[in-house]
């Protein structure tokens, strides 16, 4: 991508990846004509308001629980300063560079649609931050996720204004430093800005979608770490078949029992029938059942960030009509529907991890796979302990992704003197699939690093030349590029985290 063309309605997936991965100014961002047309439309209207000296919610009033205290046009800009500052409150460890970039380039979008009231001139500071890399350090916590995400939204805003923090280059500088390194000038914000900056969705979007593509990529992995664990068991892939799906046809379990079928196509290492052994654990058996419901989870949490990421989440939003002026308060800027979500997709990541673990334990435990393979896929048992305690650690992981699936999305705490009496929690819904993300990832690498030492030990007694699935040998082959067959205990850590690293080498976009 060369040049994308933000317009407030078409932002799609694939280009938020390509920014938030990209490097700034490739791919570019700019505005359409028609995005710089409704946004002056919008601006003026703020000023015709002003002129009128009508009453209007965070343009001529206070904020929240001031919305009754209005405030002079002389006070206005300062209203709009003083709602950056007083709002840039956040804590916790500040979000990379791919979740800025996200957040920079989304919030952008949803301004170009020209109903929030910002000026052209403040909305392309936006995108030359963006395309020259100078990235606002915006704390990870501090959201409510209504009215949206207020305080790391703050932090954000802070930096146009030339207040703040912002990474330039790798180097961490003051906002006003950063801005001057690359030529630019902070701004200083008229009516509504402030506000329109500052409030809406964009942070807890940024971070799912980023976490929706790596579920969705980590989950083909899930896919093939689990035939692999199947060839390694002398598993069958006939529970796959089919006629099987045919009758409950739910369309995610369908596609994943058609993937399993041609990552083992071709395979040596699946048993045909055998009427002493008709059939397998659920762990492999229910594959397409366990894998496909929680593709469904993220199939949702994708339909839902692509409606989000072309929708306008400030309050309040100006229409214009000819000379019909009308600012409205509502609620879009409620995280509810991102919350559930994003709670929905960690608990299906949360069990797609259960299931990879207990395959974990199947390839470990020699009574359990039926002394296919030797205890803890080692052949010299008590001197060595082999992978036996692989199989904690993947238990650990799961178990924290077992106490973070807890729904922030039941939760609520009012805030603003309880005029803002119902948070969706949004913003901890995406933070927390965040860690739940990184886990599960982590977990099936361990299952990969495992399954590839059980494939090499079945070997050792098959005929030789026998052949791995067309979908499972590449991933086996890319696997011991980086970690080879382990005879006798050695240091497991580096062989881990390069198996880990692969893993998320093969997730990122």
């Known amino acids: ?66 919305k009754d205290k209005i405030i002079s046009r002389e006070e206005v800009g300062q209203l709009q300063r003083n709602i950056v500052l007083s709002h840039a409150v956040g804590v916790g460890k500040a979000f990379d560079v791919p979740t800025t970039r996200a957040i920079m380039l989304i919030r952008a979008n949803t301004l170009a649609r020209g109903h929030s009231g910002i000026r052209n001139e403040t909305l392309h500071l936006i995108l030359d931050c963006l395309n020259t890399g100078v990235h606002p350090i915006i704390p990870e916590k501090g959201s409510l996720g209504a009215s949206g995400d207020l305080a790391p ?50 942070i807890m979007t940024a971070v799912g979608l980023l976490e929706t593509a790596k579920a969705l990529r980590t989950a083909d992995l899930a896919d093939i770490a689990g035939c692999m664990s199947l060839e390694a068991l002398n598993g069958t892939a006939m529970a796959f078949d089919e006629r099987i799906h045919a009758l409950r046809p739910h369309p995610r379990q369908v596609e994943t029992a058609r993937k399993l079928r041609e990552h083992l196509d071709g395979s040596d290492f699946v048993r045909d029938f055998d009427p002493a052994n008709v059939q397998d654990a659920y762990t492999l058996r229910c594959m397409p059942q366990v894998h496909g419901a929680c593709r469904d989870a993220i199939a949702y949490a994708e339909w839902l960030i692509k409606l989000e990421l072309n929708s306008v989440t400030d309050n309040p939003l100006i229409f214009v009509d000819g000379d019909n002026i009308e600012v409205i308060s509502g609620g879009n800027f409620h995280g509810e529907p991102l919350a559930l979500a994003f709670d929905y997709l960690a608990i299906a990541l949360s069990d797609l991890g259960n299931i990879s ?21 080692t052949k010299k048992g008590g001197l060595n302990s082999g992978f036996m305690i692989v199989q904690y650690t993947a238990a650990a992981l799961c178990t924290e992704n077992k106490v973070l699936s807890h729904p922030a999305s039941v939760d609520t705490i009012p805030s603003s003197a309880n005029v803002e009496d119902h948070v969706s929690m949004g913003a901890t819904s995406a933070i927390k699939l965040r860690q739940i993300c990184s886990n599960f990832s982590e977990i099936v690498a361990l299952e990969l690093l495992c399954a590839a030492q059980a494939i090499d030990l079945r070997r050792q007694a098959m005929p030789p030349g026998s052949s791995l699935g067309n979908g499972t040998a590449s991933i086996y082959d890319d696997i011991r590029k980086v970690v080879p067959f382990v005879e006798d205990d050695i240091y497991m850590k580096s062989l881990i985290d390069s198996v880990i690293n692969l893993v998320r080498t093969k997730t990122m976009h």
Do not use: W
């Open 1 to 66: 991508m060369e040049e994308i063309v933000l317009d407030g309605e078409s932002l799609t997936f694939e280009q938020v990846l390509a920014v938030a991965y990209g490097k700034p100014g490739d791919p570019r961002v700019v505005l359409t004509e028609s995005a710089i047309t409704k946004v002056d439309i919008a601006a003026a209207a703020v000023q015709t308001l002003l002129d009128r000296g009508e009453i209007a919610y965070g343009i001529t009033t206070g904020f929240g629980a001031f």
């Open 153 to 202: 939204l703050a932090h954000f805003a802070c930096v146009l204004i030339g207040e703040g923090e912002a990474e330039l280059n790798g180097e961490i500088l003051a906002g006003s430093e950063a801005l001057s390194r690359v030529g630019l000038k902070p701004i200083v914000l008229a009516a509504k800005e402030g506000l329109a900056l500052t409030n809406g969705t964009t």
């Open 357 to 377: 673990e207990r395959r974990i334990m199947r390839l470990t435990d020699e009574a359990s796979n039926a002394h296919v393979l030797p205890a803890f896929l």
